[in-house]
């Protein structure tokens, strides 16, 4: 649905907000209050509503949810002073109060921007009791993505970054991803956070959903994972897709650089003030628009505690499975960026080099993750296509 109102369109499927012909961008979670609000401006909304809806019930200071509220106004061309489309009732809480109409999108509009694909997320328990989220799309030969550096199963099948790619997968496959421990809709109060909970996370998202023999896609730090479970599990695995990935842990690359990143999260994560989430994002996407910019900011905040990312960090850096390669037994496609910052292209050299018989393919791109604007994107997108239905 679109809900107009004020000079604002709102798009609940594509988690848009639009002033005019503008693209506003915004915060997954003010979009989600801005959502909240609109959805029940038929009644006052409690500071305790909004925790229980947005923040899922954890806590959330005074100062936090002020500041949230004043990005719901800015983002909306609303402020403070004026409480012309969200008005704070003193003691009561928030409500808004701007004159709208719903509006239907054409099936042609959601047919070409891949809305009617639906997504089914369930829970399933690791080996050692830990939920694990896993979502569901799409029709056809099963592909399984393995998790990568903080996912979150929600935001990212919206995400201008990643939402194209799953929406590509999931017109043609029946698309299976998850989030490991730690982060997204997963548990994050964990006691193990390690590579080998990684493995055994994807091994109980695969029981789970009665997968036979399936296509097998690893990005990032994924493709560790990925390569262990294909040479535990050849059986099963018909296909494996290793993008940007590596075979060495940061820390076993460079134990410096490590340092250095472990201290920036240490030090900054979880603050209000996003500049050390943005070097991350600047590593990771340094052509990418400001809306991808700043949607990967929030998703790195949203997504885990500052301390789980440093535990994933260690965990992640301190893997080698690179005397493993030769072990590999299955199809394999893997597919690099030749100046990516955040893992070298000669890490993903040595991974084709090390699998028998792998089909390596370089990539024309400074980002980690190609991202849609870019003209490698018909490159990536049919190498992966042609290699999973050869």
Avoid at 63 to 73: K, P
Avoid at 136 to 160: I, T
Avoid at 318 to 327: F, W
Wanted: glycine share 8%.
């Amino acid at each position: 649905m679109q809900i107009a109102f004020d000079d604002c369109l709102l798009d609940t499927d594509r988690r848009e907000l639009r002033r005019g012909s503008r693209l506003v961008a915004i915060e997954p979670q003010v979009f989600d209050i801005l959502v909240y609000l609109v959805e029940n401006r038929d009644r006052v909304v409690s500071k305790d509503d909004l925790i229980a809806s947005v923040w899922h019930g954890r806590v959330v200071s005074d100062s936090t949810m002020d500041s949230r509220i004043n990005a719901v106004r800015k983002a909306v061309g609303d402020s403070g002073g004026e409480q012309r489309l969200v008005r704070t009732m003193a003691r009561k809480g928030f409500r808004f109060v701007g004159e709208l109409a719903t509006t239907s999108k054409s099936s042609k509009t959601q047919e070409s921007s891949g809305t009617k694909l639906q997504q089914e997320v369930h829970f399933c328990t690791a080996s050692d009791g830990v939920r694990i989220a896993y979502a569901l799309a799409g029709q056809g030969l099963p592909v399984v993505k393995a998790a990568n550096w903080l996912n979150h199963l929600e935001y990212d099948w919206q995400s201008p970054i990643w939402s194209r790619l799953l929406h590509e997968l999931a017109t043609r496959h029946r698309l299976v991803r998850y989030d490991e421990r730690g982060n997204g809709l997963s548990d994050w109060d964990v006691d193990d956070i390690s590579f080998e909970a990684f493995v055994r996370d994807l091994e109980s998202v695969i029981e789970a959903a009665g997968l036979g023999r399936f296509a097998l896609l690893g990005i990032s730090q994924g493709c560790a994972v990925s390569i262990v479970y294909a040479i535990r599990h050849p059986e099963r695995v018909s296909r494996l897709v290793l993008y940007g990935g590596f075979a060495r842990g940061r820390t076993k690359r460079d134990a410096e650089h490590a340092r250095t990143l472990f201290s920036i999260v240490e030090q900054g994560w979880g603050k209000e003030n996003p500049a050390f989430r943005q070097f991350f994002t600047s590593l990771f996407f340094p052509e990418g628009t400001p809306e991808q910019m700043q949607w990967f900011n929030d998703l790195q905040r949203i997504t885990t505690s500052p301390e789980n990312a440093l535990r994933i960090m260690r965990a992640t850096g301190d893997v080698d499975i690179s005397d493993l390669l030769p072990q590999v037994r299955v199809p394999t496609l893997v597919l690099h960026c030749r100046n990516d910052a955040a893992v070298v292209f000669d890490e993903g050299r040595r991974l084709a080099a090390g699998i028998p018989g792998a089909k390596f393919v370089a990539l024309e791109s400074r980002n980690h993750l190609v991202l849609e604007s870019e003209p490698a994107w018909e490159k990536l997108i049919g190498e992966i296509k042609a290699f999973l239905e050869s």
